[in-house]
């Protein structure tokens, strides 16, 4: 599965979009890019994936680009619940063919008032 | 509301003890994971299982058992042998990976935290 990098931390006001970006440049063509998030002591929550269309559902929309080398992550109007560890993830069907996630480091994601 | 069960939230464990930590989940999914957390990292997979009666190691089974009898259940069995126990272990279910179904997102429960006393 290709390796992702995201920002260690982000801060955004409460209200505004939060964006978060994520670099998948050995992405492969038949891999998915995956958000998660994950609040302190409980388990992650899946966000939203996508191929290489743009996709949005209640929670958030997920922008990819055209060489699918990145992608950001679109919370339209953060709020304090909100905060949390984003982790971007991307998947194949090459190598953990069982369906294991690799979770990195993520991006902490704190929502000030 | 569908979802998954763990059970439970926090647990002890003794020297020499086994435990098991429960998972249950009624989303009708065929494939359920373990994973277990430590502090500040990501999650490492410790058992898989894609059907009933059917389980696989993951990259960090040693001293885990588990079993999966029915298909909503999945219990894990932290024993003695892990000598590290200490951990948040997480529960995840999803459509099993599969030709046409290997974008399916798993589903996590709330975890269950382990200490040992």
């Known amino acids: 599965d290709a390796k992702t990098t995201q920002p260690t931390s982000m801060d955004c006001a409460e209200g505004r979009a939060a964006n978060l970006p994520c670099n998948h440049s050995?992405?492969?063509?038949?891999?998915?890019v995956y958000w998660y998030r994950q609040i302190h002591s409980q388990g992650p929550q899946y966000i939203i994936h996508g191929l290489k269309n743009n996709e949005t559902n209640e929670m958030a929309s997920l922008i990819i680009t055209e060489d699918r080398k990145s992608s950001t992550l679109i919370l339209p109007h953060a709020t304090l619940r909100d905060t949390a560890v984003y982790y971007c993830i991307v998947r194949g069907p090459g190598g953990t063919s069982y369906g294991k996630l690799t979770f990195g480091q993520g991006t902490i994601l704190t929502v000030h008032p | 509301d569908g979802g998954i069960t763990q059970s439970p939230k926090y647990l002890f464990r003794k020297e020499g003890q086994n435990v098991t930590l429960s998972c249950e989940q009624n989303l009708n999914h065929d494939a359920m994971y373990w994973y277990r957390q430590d502090p500040g990292q990501g999650l490492r997979l410790i058992y898989y299982s894609q059907i009933v009666n059917d389980f696989q190691k993951g990259d960090i089974a040693e001293g885990y058992s588990v079993s999966r009898e029915k298909k909503e259940s999945f219990p894990l069995t932290v024993t003695s042998a892990q000598k590290n126990p200490t951990a948040f272990y997480l529960c995840?279910?999803?459509?099993?990976?599969?030709?046409?179904?290997?974008?399916?997102?798993?589903?996590f429960g709330d975890g269950t935290r382990l200490s040992i006393l």
């Open positions: 995840a279910s999803s459509i099993p990976p599969g030709a046409r179904s290997r974008n399916q997102p798993q589903h």
């Open positions: 050995t992405i492969s063509g038949n891999e998915y």
